[in-house]
């Protein structure tokens, strides 16, 4: 029991540093290589919960999937000409990104 009060706690933790930016405000952490597309299929928080969790199994299954990637050159090209904004949460080191159309 206690261990999912913990992990409500990570839940709340992430949902709260959840923000909206402009991937021009993210190029420093594309240049690092931390910057992780998450697909809109999955829920940006849990995705974080679960790299908090270091659940590989899961993470082998959203790569194998095509749930998770890195963010490649063309598509950071793509984010910086549009000014896109992205849903953004931090999972140190990682930085999870995710492209919803919906303003949520």
Do not use: C, H
Not at 9 to 34: H, K, N, P, V
Not at 40 to 55: F, G, K, P
Not at 62 to 83: F, I, K, Y
């Amino acid at each position: 029991m206690a261990n999912g009060s913990r992990r409500e706690e990570r839940r709340s933790d992430f949902l709260a540093q959840t923000a909206q930016i402009a991937f021009t405000e993210l190029q420093r952490y594309f240049a690092a290589g931390r910057l992780v597309k998450v697909s809109d299929e999955l829920d940006l928080i849990e995705v974080a919960v679960q790299l908090s969790e270091d659940n590989a199994a899961q993470f082998e299954q959203w790569l194998e999937q095509g749930s998770l990637d890195g963010v490649n050159d063309e598509r950071a090209t793509l984010w910086l000409a549009e000014d896109r904004v992205l849903w953004t949460v931090v999972a140190d080191p990682w930085v999870l990104v995710q492209e919803r159309n919906s303003a949520a």
